[in-house]
Antibody, heavy 123, light 110 residues
């Protein structure tokens, strides 16, 4: 069974940093691209970032470029999101999501999601 | 601001067919496949349709997807009370070099 468990969320002041972790199990982690998707309170879904199985490609939504860094440790079956210079508008539930197939999110979306971790940026 | 446009709401009575549209452009829906997600309050989204019209295992065949040009649709036939949820379309966008989600549609079962 595919399992994704996010951790690391919490309350942080504007300008602060947080590191989110997604612990994966139940599949060959290194074979699949992984993604972060967020949802602000009462708002829709917003894709944040994607990383290839070997880390060979990385993409970000414009609003987080230069501030967020996605990475993965295939030996630890873990995905990370380092978030720096946080802003109030980054307040959201952050979900870790795995591509449906080996072809990645562009071809097949994300069939597996964690339960999310809440990040609140407020003074 | 999302680049994929959906109607904010849709509704129907039990047993009816409801259709949700998703309008994009040549850089997203026109070039890539479309995926649809269902989300209940305070829960993670669930993939309903991928690659335009494919259902993951476990998704009832009441849900179907289609794509034509730069638009896509999700149809729910035989609407049931448990279908009351938010629905989002999504596609890759090669201008933005990222995934884009639709604005979301809240389905109400009357």
């Amino acid at each position: 069974e595919v399992l994704l468990v996010e951790s690391g969320g919490g309350l942080v002041k504007p300008g602060g940093s947080l590191r989110l972790t997604c612990a994966a199990s139940g599949f060959t982690f290194s074979s699949y691209s992984m993604n972060w998707v967020r949802q602000a309170p009462g708002k829709g879904l917003e894709w944040v970032s994607s990383i290839g199985g070997s880390g060979g490609y990385i993409y970000y939504v414009d609003s987080v470029k230069g501030r967020f860094t996605i990475s993965r440790d295939n030996a630890k079956n873990s995905l990370y999101l380092q978030m720096n210079s946080l802003r109030a508008e980054d307040t959201a539930v952050y979900y870790c999501a795995r591509a449906t197939t080996l072809s990645g999110i562009a071809a097949s979306g994300t069939a597996y999601w964690g339960e999310g971790t809440l990040v609140t940026v407020s003074s | 601001q999302s680049v994929l446009t959906q109607p904010p709401s849709a509704s129907g009575t039990p047993g009816q067919r409801v259709t949700i549209s998703c309008s994009g452009s040549s850089s997203n829906i026109g070039s890539y496949t479309v995926n649809w997600y269902q989300q209940f309050p305070r829960t993670a989204p669930k993939l309903l349709i991928y690659s335009n019209d494919q259902r993951p295992s476990g998704v009832p065949d009441r849900f179907s997807g289609s794509k034509s040009g730069t638009s896509a649709s999700l149809a729910i036939s035989g609407l049931q009370s448990e279908d009351e949820a938010d629905y989002y379309c999504a596609a890759w966008d090669d201008t933005l070099n990222g995934c884009v989600f639709g604005t979301g549609t809240k389905v109400t079962v009357l």
